[in-house]
């Protein structure tokens, strides 16, 4: 077996008056993401990271930010695509590895159900996804509670 890696990244502003998506779950909080589609950073960077690790360039390529086809789109229906895409190539996932930066909410709760939100999407063990919250100590956006960012790291093989 040959495997792969790859590395995403996403971020988005927060605001009053938005939904909270992350991981495909709305997370209750005065203050949502800002964005194209449902702004789910975590999903956004788990694509990016399939994509990359599969050389098929990242999400903003497949799924345009200018495009009326993807405005308010739920980010668990972009993720099925990018799963369709890299499987296309023959690969499978052999794990995921991902951070959420926000300083609130603290996640800790939701993160069992965001594990097995995505587990389900994606066809593989919640024992194969790995997601981990911090904040950033006050510092920067996050920390200032004026955005939110994900990083994710995938392991692909065929």
């Known amino acids: 077996m040959s495997f792969r890696i790859g590395q995403g990244y996403d971020v988005h502003s927060l605001d009053k008056g938005y939904e909270l998506w ?45 495009s009326p086809e993807f405005k308010n789109i739920d980010s668990k229906i972009l993720l099925k695509r990018v799963i369709e895409l890299i499987s ?13 930066c926000l300083e609130k909410p603290k996640l800790s709760q939701y993160i069992p159900l965001i594990k097995k939100t995505l587990a389900e999407v994606i066809s593989i ?34």
């Open 125 to 158: 063990p919640e024992d194969s996804i790995s997601i981990k919250a911090t904040t950033t100590e006050k510092l920067g956006f996050v920390g200032k509670e004026k955005g939110i960012s994900a990083y994710a790291i995938a392991l692909i093989g065929k």
């Open 88 to 100: 296309n190539k023959n690969y499978k996932i052999i794990n995921i590895d991902s951070t959420i």
């Open 22 to 66: 992350l991981g495909g779950i709305m997370i209750p909080h005065y203050k949502g993401a800002i964005g194209h589609s449902d702004a789910d950073v975590l999903i956004h960077a788990i694509c990016d990271a399939l994509l990359g690790a599969a050389n098929l360039r990242d999400i903003g390529y497949h799924f345009p930010d200018k």
